[in-house]
């Protein structure tokens, strides 16, 4: 019996059009590349005995996490609000790329963006992110403290940058 975790909390819901269309993108990929599995399951199932048949149980498998993905996307995709245009560019918020500054001079670029998109090697942080929650309706200039292991760093926002989103 494994240990009791409570649920997580809700992440928010909301992606940028790049990222929609990248899930959509993947549902694609995922629909085609589900029919070749399909087509070689009936291959293996055709070739005999089943139950010691390698090919036909790792293609049973892969179908399975394809579908899997497939119905998660489907489940999720219609919960997500795109957001596509802010009206206030000299303030943070929803999808905007935050330079800051800590007290040695180094600087981090983030964007902020939804859980769905996250990527810590783009720079991608959720908007649901600690320091997200705290840059969200700063401007430029402002001063944020965030707790990091115990410590408190002061973090300086030294840009705010929007990509043009609309297609």
């Known amino acids: 019996m494994g240990r009791w975790r409570p649920p997580a909390a809700k992440s928010a819901p909301y992606i940028t059009p790049e990222g929609y269309k990248i899930l ?14 399909a087509k070689a ?11 010691e048949n390698a090919e036909y149980i790792y293609r049973k498998k892969q179908l399975r996490e394809i ?17 596509r245009e802010i009206q206030d560019k000299q303030r943070i918020f929803f ?9 040695e001079g180094n600087e981090s670029r983030h964007r902020i963006v939804g859980a769905d998109e996250f990527d810590r090697h783009k ?13 969200l309706g ?6 944020v403290i ?22």
């Not at 720079?123 to 840059?135: C, E, G, M, N, R």
Request: avoid cysteine.
């Open 138 to 143: 700063k401007t430029l200039d402002d001063e």
């Open 24 to 37: 959509e993108d993947e549902m694609a990929g995922l629909w085609k590349k589900r029919n070749e599995v």
């Open 123 to 135: 720079q991608f942080i959720t908007v649901d992110s600690p320091l997200a929650k705290l840059l």
């Open 41 to 51: 399951v009936t291959v293996a199932a055709a070739e005999g005995d089943r139950s």
């Open 67 to 83: 579908d899997s993905r497939v119905g998660f996307l489907q489940r999720r995709m219609p919960k997500l609000t795109v957001v």
């Open 95 to 103: 999808g905007a790329w935050v330079t800051v500054e800590d007290e």
């Open 146 to 167: 965030l707790e990091r292991k115990g410590t408190d760093q002061s973090l300086y926002i030294t840009n705010i940058e929007y990509e043009n989103t609309e297609n």
